[in-house]
């Protein structure tokens, strides 16, 4: 018998994500005013939104499309009867003193997505995250505190309201992420799911996609929860990744010298890498929600929910298993071609225009990528059409043209676009797999250099590649550059 | 019914100062308003669905189309305080 040493208790991570997305519409959500970002202080205000007595609020019912297709993309069940709640608090960001939000009823709920994180091995290891709900709220206002670029130390503030009616989804996890990894992994698929959705823009540093985090840690094994902390200000993936790291070991180190958890929110500090009591006493928010009596239920019809369930484009998730099983991308490569919906379209044209799957994703994500990124264009915007990149990739399949001769026409198929197979024509640059054509070449290169040629006949091998570039030379790039090798290798050594 | 100490809370949450008279006067006077409504508490109201509007009206929406205001100027001017294009607010305090 064997006793065992002590075992050092596992701590694991409770995590879920609260949401809040701006919703694109051209209009505030309960009024005509422009929902335009940068625009002067109170440009964008009008009785409605700034809380006027007697003016009645109107449902958007581009907000509701929005809403109830996010709802569907995440696998929710929409109500059949939902409504508008009055959620009180007290506060100059807020011009009515109450927020329109929906408490009890929302317009979704019940729903899931599906993550997907590359193991060691690059296999894609899969997980369903719970959405808990999904509802429709107003956005507050801006403040600007004067005197002091933090509320403490200011002498008085200034409130911009352009931004007050703004339309919100809040998207509500269930607690069902363990590490920074999966949250953060969470967070991006929900806005790649509603970019696809053409519903938000998901740009965090313009504050249109924000995430708090609740996190709580409890010893493995244990099934209630340990006390959650709320963590704010994370403005990027990579940043609520860190922060929940940040977070694990403090709580576990607390934990373990046998402290105990304050339930509180905390800030993320960017600079410092760590985050920070906010000091605000917990609990005591009492918003005494009531039904919003200026807005009638919202009642989504079959027939309705059918439509817009019809518009609904191929999803990532969907779009990743297509790739990864009938297609035969990897993992990896699939992910990153249907991060972006453009891309996506445009790598699934070029299929239809028959080229070969594997060939037309490296040139996408390589040469395309790398000029996409450099000119900040869109592939929509590029002149390249995917008939020509499919073009491209049948020339170079079929043996046409070497892969650095394409390399070398793509910038002007990038910029002028065209048929790839007319300007390979049109410059000449048809590979040469003519093995007399190509041994003359090799026969004159031989003849220049006949002190590389002892060399090489001497031992230096390495030589190889010299002779290689100049046959290359000599055939402006043309000659086809296996069979360059081979018959190279061939004279070089007779 | 209403006690003192509710009293005191919700003022709090309405961001009200009442002195400890105001107070006492408004405990016996909510006091008495919600009394004449307990009165509704009468009905048998368990087979009855909540009601949260009086008019049967559902999907009241509208076409997402820009209308900028155009007398801004005066939401501006009805404000207390006004600073250029900001409305001015007194000093913050953070939640206590």
């Known amino acids: 018998m064997t006793t065992a040493a002590p075992v050092k208790t596992q701590y694991e991570a409770v995590i879920g994500l609260e949401t809040h997305v701006q919703l694109k519409t051209a209009t505030k959500i309960f009024c005509n005013c422009s929902t335009e970002f940068d625009t002067p202080p109170n440009q964008n205000v009008c009785p409605i939104c700034t809380g006027m007595p007697g003016v009645l609020p109107v449902l958007n019912r581009t907000v509701l499309e929005y809403a109830v297709k996010a709802g569907l993309a995440l696998q929710c069940q929409i109500a059949a009867y939902s409504k508008f709640d009055r959620k009180q608090y007290f506060y100059p960001d807020l011009p009515k003193n109450y927020q329109i939000s929906q408490y009890d009823l929302p317009i979704a709920e019940h729903g899931w997505l599906e993550i997907e994180i590359p193991d060691s091995d690059g296999k894609p290891m899969r997980k369903r995250i719970g959405i808990t709900r999904l509802h429709m709220e107003e956005d507050a206002g801006k403040l600007v505190h004067a005197g002091s670029d933090r509320l403490s130390g200011s002498t008085y503030s200034l409130v911009d309201f352009n931004r007050t009616g703004v339309p919100l989804a809040e998207i509500v996890s269930e607690p069902d992420m363990r590490s920074g990894r999966e949250a953060a992994e969470y967070a991006q698929e929900l806005r790649r799911i509603l970019r696809y959705l053409g519903v938000s823009d998901g740009n965090m540093q313009e504050g249109s996609l924000r995430c708090d985090v609740n996190i709580s840690v409890r010893p493995v094994g244990q099934s209630e929860f340990g006390t959650k902390v709320e963590i704010k200000n994370m403005n990027s993936f990579n940043a609520i990744q860190r922060a929940i790291e940040y977070e694990i070991e403090r709580q576990t180190e607390a934990l373990e010298s046998g402290d105990r958890i304050i339930q509180e929110t905390r800030l993320w500090e960017e600079g410092a890498q760590r985050t920070i009591s906010m000091r605000v006493k917990e609990g005591s928010s009492d918003y005494r929600y009531f039904p919003e009596p200026d807005l009638g239920p919202i009642e989504v019809t079959a027939e309705q929910l059918k439509q817009w369930q019809s518009e609904l484009p191929e999803l990532p998730a969907q779009k990743r298993r297509h790739y990864e099983d009938e297609l035969g991308l990897s993992a990896y490569d699939a992910r990153v071609i249907t991060d972006d919906r453009a891309i996506a379209e445009y790598f699934e044209a070029t299929l239809a225009a028959k080229a070969n799957p594997k060939l037309a994703a490296n040139w996408i994500m390589g040469d395309i990528s790398a000029y996409l990124n450099e000119n900040r264009v869109s592939i929509t915007e590029i002149a390249l059409q995917p008939t020509a990149l499919a073009e491209l990739v049948q020339l170079i399949e079929a043996n046409t043209i070497s892969n650095k001769i394409a390399k070398d026409i793509l910038p002007e198929l990038l910029t002028k676009g065209g048929s790839a197979k007319e300007l390979v024509e049109k410059k000449g640059l048809i590979q040469i797999s003519d093995t007399s054509v190509i041994e003359a070449a090799i026969d004159a290169v031989m003849a220049a250099h006949p002190d590389e040629l002892q060399k090489y006949r001497g031992g230096k091998t390495k030589l190889l590649g010299f002779f290689v570039g100049q046959v290359m030379k000599q055939t402006s790039g043309r000659a086809d550059p296996k069979l360059t090798n081979q018959l190279l290798a061939q004279k070089l050594n007779g | ?96």
């Open chain 2, 1 to 96: 019914m209403i006690d003192r100490e509710q009293v005191h809370k919700v003022a709090h949450l309405a961001r009200l100062n009442l002195t400890p008279e105001e107070e006492e006067q408004f405990t016996t006077q909510l006091g008495n308003i919600l009394g004449y409504f307990e009165q509704l508490n009468e009905l048998d109201t368990s087979q009855v669905e909540p009601t949260t509007r009086a008019i049967d009206v559902s999907n009241v929406t509208r076409a997402d189309i820009t209308k900028p205001y155009e007398n801004r100027e005066a939401i501006l001017e009805s404000a207390p305080n006004r600073e250029g294009e900001f409305f001015r607010v007194p000093q913050i305090f953070s939640e206590e």
